[in-house]
């Protein structure tokens, strides 16, 4: 089987991959007979390792600038559902503590107040990555949409009525 390597002349679009594995950094390139080893790392600074090692492949580049960067994880949806729940479960016991009053009273109900300012941010963010979802899908609906039918019976008609050469030359003209 013949190796896939990339030219001057031609693109190489393909996937490269950072991955912790074992406490190792690994790199995953579409391109490589194998993983290659970065060197090691730990679930907390994996991210920091990986990070450099896409920035030197940045500067490599030189004045390339066809890069996309995707990550794999939790939604920012699924996040702030998450964080919402936290923050009414806390919300729940602060409650009971300014309820029984006193000192611990007094702190837990300023704590209220900065709890609910960050639950309603969580409500808005939670709203927008809603919105968001939304507009893709319809955009995604709109770019696998075939026109085609449309714009030929739009383009008969205008031929029909007569106005199809005036719009050409119109065109022709701006060209």
């Known amino acids: 089987m013949e190796d896939k390597q990339a030219t001057g002349d031609s693109d190489a679009f393909h996937f490269i991959s950072y ?26 600074d994996w991210i920091l390792k990986a990070k450099g ?68 941010d969580l409500h808005i963010r939670l709203e927008q990555e809603r919105e968001k979802r939304k ?4 955009e995604n609906m709109r770019r696998k949409h075939n026109y085609i039918p449309f714009l030929l019976k739009f383009l008969k008609i205008l031929a029909e009525k007569g106005q199809l050469n005036g719009l050409v030359e119109k065109a022709r003209k701006k060209a």
């Open 19 to 44: 991955v912790p594995y074992r406490d190792t950094l690994y790199e995953l390139d579409g391109l490589q007979k194998g993983p290659i080893e970065l060197g090691p790392c730990t679930n907390d």
């Open 135 to 138: 507009n893709y899908k319809i």
């Open 53 to 120: 090692e896409i920035q030197k492949r940045i500067e490599a580049g030189g004045s390339e600038i066809r890069f996309n960067l995707m990550t794999v994880g939790k939604s920012l949806q699924d996040i702030y559902s998450s964080s919402l729940s936290e923050c009414n479960a806390k919300k729940e016991e602060l409650q009971v503590k300014a309820a029984a009053g006193g000192d611990d009273g007094a702190t837990a109900q300023a704590q209220l107040i900065q709890l609910e300012d960050e639950i309603a």
